[in-house]
C-alpha cells in the first residue's frame, strides 16, 4: 500500500537528499541567492527556515552543535548567524521563490532562492 511522505523524495536515498539540501543551504548563505527546481527550492525552505529560527534564540553549546551538523562549514554557521540577526523581528518566512522560465532542456520549473531581507548590509 502506497503511504504519504512528510516531505518530498526528490528521486534520491535518505543520505543522497540530506547531503543535498546541506550543499543547498550552504551555497545559499554563500552566495545570497541560488537558482534550482522548483521542488528542491521548496524543500530547501522546509530544511532552512527552522534553523534560521533555532539560530535566532539563545545559541547555548546544544544548539550550536546541531546548527553545525547541519551546515557544511563554520562560515556557513556564522552566515547563518548574521541573517538570523537580521530577522530577529520576522516571525518567519525567511526565504523567498520567484519563478523562473522552465528549463529548456527538460522542462523542468526552476525558482530563485534569495532571502526576504536584503542581508548584504
Known amino acids: 500500500m502506497k503511504k504519504k511522505h512528510s516531505n518530498r523524495i526528490l528521486g534520491r536515498k535518505a543520505h543522497h537528499r540530506k547531503a543535498l539540501l546541506r550543499d543547498l543551504s550552504d551555497a545559499l548563505l554563500t552566495h545570497g541567492s ?8 521548496k524543500e530547501l525552505r522546509t530544511f532552512f527556515e527552522p534553523l534560521v529560527t533555532s539560530a535566532k534564540g539563545d545559541i547555548t553549546l546544544a544548539r550550536r552543535r546541531k546548527l553545525l551538523a547541519s551546515l557544511r562549514s563554520k562560515a556557513s554557521f556564522d552566515r547563518l548567524i548574521e541573517v538570523a540577526k537580521k530577522n ?34
Open 88 to 121: 530577529e523581528k520576522r516571525p518567519g518566512g525567511y526565504l523567498r521563490l520567484t519563478h523562473l522560465p522552465s528549463m529548456r532542456a527538460d522542462s523542468a520549473r526552476e525558482v530563485r532562492v534569495d532571502f526576504v531581507e536584503d542581508i548584504s548590509k
Open 34 to 41: 541560488i537558482v534550482t527546481t522548483e521542488a528542491k527550492g
